[in-house]
């Protein structure tokens, strides 16, 4: 059965989100748009850990796993919208850029966390 992509990735996007709240990770944005940026999930560790996650879900590795779809462009889109949520929370902590990737797998999504993906 073939889902569409859309809903594809708005189930990739929800079973990120509980794999980063399960990890400890409290929610602090989702959708952030900035411009043409949109940031999937902005999500915090601890106090001084603000993280700009890039969910990318894939029905299937044929072309190549979700991770290596995150483009030159799409990364410099997410640097500008960081840039803009910093100032807009007058943020001081350390950010990161993760990349979460997602496949199908029996019983639903298999999740791979990519920390420190890009700067």
Known sequence: MLIASHQLGHEG??????????????????NYRHRRAEVDLIVQLGQQLLVFVEVKTR???????????????????????????????????????DIVALLPAAGGLRVEHFEDAFY
């Open 59 to 97: 029905s299937s590795a044929q072309y190549g796993y979700p991770e290596e779809f995150v483009t030159e462009r799409k990364r410099q889109l997410l640097r500008l919208a960081a840039q803009q949520l910093q100032e807009e929370l007058a943020w001081t902590g350390d950010i990161r850029f």
């Open 13 to 30: 996007e929800e079973a990120a989100l509980d794999y980063l709240l399960a990890q400890g990770y409290q929610l602090v944005r989702r």
